[in-house]
């Protein structure tokens, strides 16, 4: 048994390891933050096996916030999705600045409209954190269960994509100040 368990952390390492070194090495061709959060999705979407994964921001106009971009049958049935300030798990998740995980989501009453998952209602989720400010989340649903080693490496690919939005952020910053 501990044979076995040794082996299979040893893997789960070594899948870890994979994912975050493919993940960089396509992040690096991104040069715009649409880019970016194309890539993510992309990569979350492979790499996850899943039915949605979605990028949600906070919105400046209303406190809340806003499912600005997905993927899968899940991501794009919620891109556009207008959370109220307050309500929903992104709240929780920006406020704790740490991860969500939920095999049961559509039963979660702090879950907003959950009746967009459809059958997709295992849900993970982790805070995009630059400079220990959360610029967004990412989100990933699928019908089978998520485990502690799937937010872990998710968690892990949201710190490299949070970083590399900053990144562009900045010098998208940078270069309308010095057009102006």
């Known amino acids: 048994q501990v044979i ?41 979407v492979s790499l996850f096996e899943v039915d949605g994964a979605m990028l949600v921001m906070p919105n400046a106009q209303t406190g809340g916030f806003v499912n600005e971009m997905g993927r899968g049958i899940v991501g794009e049935r919620m891109t556009g999705l207008v ?14 600045k740490t991860a969500y995980l939920n095999n049961h989501a559509d039963q ?14 295992c849900v993970a989720c982790a805070p ?18 998520f485990v502690e080693q799937d937010l872990h490496l998710l968690t892990a690919i949201a710190d490299i994509a949070a970083n590399a939005i900053h990144r562009v952020m900045l010098h998208e910053q940078t270069e309308l100040q010095l057009h102006h």
Not at 8 to 33: D, F, P, Y
Not at 108 to 121: A, C, I, M, Q, T
Request: charged content about 20%; glycine content about 6%.
């Open 128 to 145: 995009l954190l630059a400079q220990e400010q959360v610029i967004g989340s990412l989100w990933l649903a699928r019908q089978m269960d």
């Open 4 to 44: 076995a368990r040794d082996i299979t952390q040893r893997k789960q390492h070594e899948r870890e390891r994979e994912a975050i070194i493919s993940v960089s090495a396509v992040l690096r061709q991104a040069g715009t933050k649409t880019g970016i959060l194309n890539i993510i999705l992309d990569q979350l």
């Open 108 to 121: 979660d009453p702090l879950f907003y409209r959950p009746e967009l998952l459809g059958n997709s209602h």
């Open 83 to 96: 959370i109220p300030a307050g309500r929903g798990v992104c709240s929780w998740v920006t406020a704790n």
